[in-house]
Structure formats: C-alpha cells, structure tokens
C-alpha cells in the first residue's frame, strides 16, 4: 500500500512510482538484498520491532547502517539519526491502592477493578445508585432524572440495560462502560463504582489499556460483589495510584541533500506487534508478530530507494527517508514527526509512504495505491 500526502509545489515533483523502471530497483541484485532486509527485520530475535523495545533498537541500528552506506546523513534532531520520543506504554492500578465501604476495607484486583482510564489520588463521598446510568430521555429513560445533584458523590452504576439480552435492543448504544463513563462524567460525580446487575451473568469487565482511552480525573471502579442498591447511601473512600508505563520509541530521520530548493519525504514505519501489543488481532500466549510485510517490506523498499536514488541524477529535489517508529501503537512517530519536525516542512513538495508492499494481488496483479486525492497532480499522472 502507498500512501501520499502532504501537497506543495506540485509541478516540480517527480514521482517517485513512475520512475521505479529508471531505478531498475527490482533487478536480481536488489531482489536479494530486499529479501536479506525483510529477513533481518522480521527475525524471531527482533521479537516483532515494539516501540521502545531491544528489538525497535536492533531495526533502527539496521536501517541506520543501511543509511549511512546509501551515503545519506542524519537528519534528526540536533543532527542525529534517531528522533525519540516518549509515550505511554500501559496504565495500571498499583498495588498500594486503597479503597473502603462503610469503613471496610477492601482488595485490590480481588474485590474490585480499578479501570485504565481512571484517574488517582485519594478520594471520599456518599455512594448513589443510579440504576444501569443510561441517560436517553429521547427513548423515554433517564436513571438521572430524578437523582438530584450529584456533585461530590460516588455514582453506583450497573452494567448492562433493562434489555441486556437483547443486542438490537434501543438500549444497545448506551450499554458500552465508556459510554456510561462519559454520561456519568458529565454530571460533576466525584467517582464511579460499577457493579453487575442482580442475578446477572455477566463475568468481570475486560478492562485493558488503550490509547485510545481518554483519561478522567475521577476514580472508576468495578465490584466484584457490590449489591447496587445496598451501596446506597454509604461512604466510599480510598486512595487510587497508578503505574504509568512510559517508554521511548525512535524515528530514524536521514537526508539526500542536493541543495535543491524543495524536498521530497519517503517514508515507511519501521514498527510492528511486538510479542501481540495492542491492535493485534491474535489471541493466545505473547508470540512474536514477525511483520514481514507489514512493515519490513515498506521498510526494504524505503532502505533500496536510499541506495537506488543515490545512483541517479535525479537532483532536482532533495529527499529525505523516514522510518518511522510507533505506527501500530497508533502513528505516534509520525505524528510527533509532524509536531517537531527536524526539517523544514515549508519546502516540503510531497510525502510518499510504503506500508506492506511485500505481497500483490495476483488475480488482479494491482498495486493499491491511498491518498491520491490530496492532489489531482497524483490523478493525473498515475494515469499515464
Ligand atoms: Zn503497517
């Protein structure tokens, strides 16, 4: 898959696509060392090129090699190879949390859950209960209407709705717990307290960091044997602190200068699942998620085209390689990339990306190409 974006400057731009037959880049020579590239990175002892991991090391030293021997120089901050770039891994509850009923106190992990998206320090207020916390007056049912002001208190939530059976129920869309977070969130409560329904079913919430979780101020929970309508009314307290896994991933920036007034960006992320990090799709024991081609094929092409571009006269730009770290824990290289450029974005004319273009499709023997639309100068001349 390729990837373009980022227009200026159209009618200078050579792209790069068509001129891969000038490039020659798939003669025999290069088809080995494409091979010798996707082997090194996709190897077991790279454990699958997690951000921030000995393996995402073990890759970035591999392409800067590969850099340094196509005749590029560092373009990263401060002029190095590598831009870092700091981002959290996983967020969970310590084991010095504390948490009292009615002055009982009560276990971590074996009474109560504490949710990712929790926020910590130390808390108190009178529990609510406020019934499954769906508020949808639309569909004629507010557990909040007659709640009164919830500000500084601990609302007490059950999971599921009045049709928890019923997938296609009208109560479906406010049955998620982030939906019931954020509706709670709104109210001013100063925490919330889950609990399954009476007689339910239901095993204990599947409460895994994301990225994508956004973080509240308030302590969130889930009892494991709370009774909802008897927390009514009592004293919740306790004292939530986290363990905030902060790791550092690593961009690789390099650059072909050829004095040229514009610059065209290749890039490709360097990346992958780690041992079956967040977004991989496998179930089971950690395994090492090899990323063959996704992405040591975009990575191979991006290190060939070092070498290939070096070869040529093709000096009316510069360009600089981008590998890119962080891509599958949700584009965090590219996007600090983007925030704390180390080139001038100014004169950059276009930006082509390679994301797993190791494999064709054979029946239709064609090259899926994104992105084509952010400018009609790609239309125009994939076209041809
Ligand atoms: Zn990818």
């Given at each position: 898959?390729l990837?373009?974006?980022?227009?200026?400057?159209?009618?200078?731009?050579?792209?790069?696509?068509?001129?891969?037959?000038?490039?020659?880049?798939?003669?025999?020579?290069?088809?080995?060392?494409?091979?010798?590239h996707?082997?090194?990175?996709?190897?077991?002892?790279?454990?699958?090129?997690?951000t921030?991991?000995e393996?995402?090391?073990?890759?970035?030293?591999y392409?800067?090699?590969e850099?340094?021997?196509?005749?590029?120089?560092?373009?990263?901050?401060?002029?190095?190879?590598?831009?870092?770039?700091?981002?959290?891994?996983?967020?969970?509850?310590?084991?010095?949390?504390?948490?009292n009923?009615?002055?009982k106190?009560?276990?971590?992990?074996?009474?109560?859950?504490?949710?990712p998206?929790?926020?910590?320090?130390?808390?108190?207020?009178?529990?609510?209960?406020?019934?499954?916390?769906?508020?949808?007056?639309?569909?004629?049912?507010?557990?909040?209407?007659?709640?009164?002001?919830?500000?500084?208190?601990?609302?007490?939530?059950?999971?599921?709705?009045?049709?928890?059976d019923?997938?296609?129920?009208?109560?479906a869309?406010?049955a998620?717990?982030?939906?019931?977070?954020?509706?709670?969130?709104?109210?001013?409560?100063a925490?919330?307290?889950?609990?399954?329904?009476?007689?339910?079913?239901?095993?204990?919430?599947?409460?895994?960091?994301?990225?994508?979780?956004?973080?509240?101020?308030?302590?969130?929970?889930?009892?494991?044997?709370?009774?909802?309508?008897?927390?009514?009314?009592?004293?919740?307290?306790?004292?939530?602190?986290?363990?905030?896994?902060?790791?550092?991933?690593?961009?690789?920036?390099?650059?072909?200068?050829?004095?040229?007034?514009?610059?065209?960006?290749?890039?490709?992320h360097?990346?992958?699942?780690?041992m079956?990090?967040?977004?991989?799709?496998?179930?089971?024991?950690?395994?090492?998620h090899?990323?063959?081609?996704?992405?040591?094929?975009?990575?191979?092409?991006?290190?060939?085209?070092?070498?290939?571009?070096?070869?040529?006269?093709?000096?009316?730009?510069?360009?600089?390689?981008?590998a890119?770290?962080?891509?599958?824990?949700?584009?965090l290289?590219?996007?600090?990339?983007?925030?704390?450029?180390?080139?001038?974005?100014?004169?950059?004319?276009?930006?082509?990306?390679?994301?797993?273009?190791?494999?064709?499709?054979?029946?239709?023997?064609?090259?899926?190409?994104?992105?084509v639309?952010?400018?009609?100068?790609?239309?125009?001349?994939?076209?041809k």
């Amino acid at each position: 898959m390729l990837y373009i974006c980022g227009m200026k400057h159209i009618r200078f731009i050579i792209l790069l696509v068509l001129v891969f037959p000038a490039l020659n880049i798939f003669a025999q020579a290069r088809l080995d060392r494409f091979k010798t590239h996707i082997k090194f990175l996709a190897d077991d002892k790279l454990r699958g090129r997690d951000t921030g991991s000995e393996g995402e090391e073990m890759a970035a030293a591999y392409i800067i090699e590969e850099f340094k021997a196509a005749r590029l120089q560092a373009a990263g901050p401060d002029g190095q190879w590598r831009q870092p770039f700091e981002f959290v891994a996983s967020r969970r509850a310590g084991d010095d949390c504390a948490l009292n009923i009615a002055g009982k106190s009560l276990k971590l992990n074996t009474d109560y859950l504490v949710f990712p998206e929790t926020g910590d320090g130390a808390f108190s207020g009178d529990a609510v209960f406020v019934g499954y916390g769906i508020q949808a007056p639309h569909i004629g049912h507010d557990d909040y209407k007659s709640a009164g002001d919830l500000k500084g208190k601990i609302v007490v939530i059950e999971r599921g709705s009045p049709e928890s059976d019923n997938p296609h129920s009208k109560y479906a869309e406010f049955a998620p717990l982030a939906v019931k977070i954020e509706t709670a969130v709104k109210q001013g409560v100063a925490g919330i307290v889950f609990v399954n329904p009476n007689k339910s079913e239901l095993d204990e919430p599947k409460l895994s960091f994301s990225r994508r979780l956004s973080r509240e101020s308030i302590p969130i929970l889930w009892l494991r044997e709370g009774k909802a309508a008897a927390l009514n009314g009592k004293v919740i307290s306790g004292n939530l602190r986290l363990q905030i896994d902060r790791r550092t991933g690593h961009n690789v920036v390099a650059k072909m200068d050829h004095g040229a007034p514009y610059t065209i960006v290749i890039g490709a992320h360097f990346d992958h699942l780690g041992m079956g990090t967040e977004g991989s799709l496998y179930r089971g024991e950690p395994a090492v998620h090899n990323g063959a081609d996704d992405n040591a094929s975009g990575t191979a092409m991006l290190i060939e085209l070092a070498h290939s571009l070096n070869d040529q006269p093709y000096k009316r730009f510069n360009y600089v390689f981008i590998a890119f770290s962080g891509e599958e824990r949700g584009l965090l290289g590219s996007n600090y990339f983007c925030k704390n450029p180390s080139i001038d974005l100014d004169k950059v004319s276009c930006m082509i990306n390679f994301d797993m273009v190791g494999r064709l499709d054979k029946t239709k023997n064609t090259l899926g190409i994104n992105g084509v639309g952010t400018s009609p100068f790609w239309k125009e001349s994939l076209a041809k």
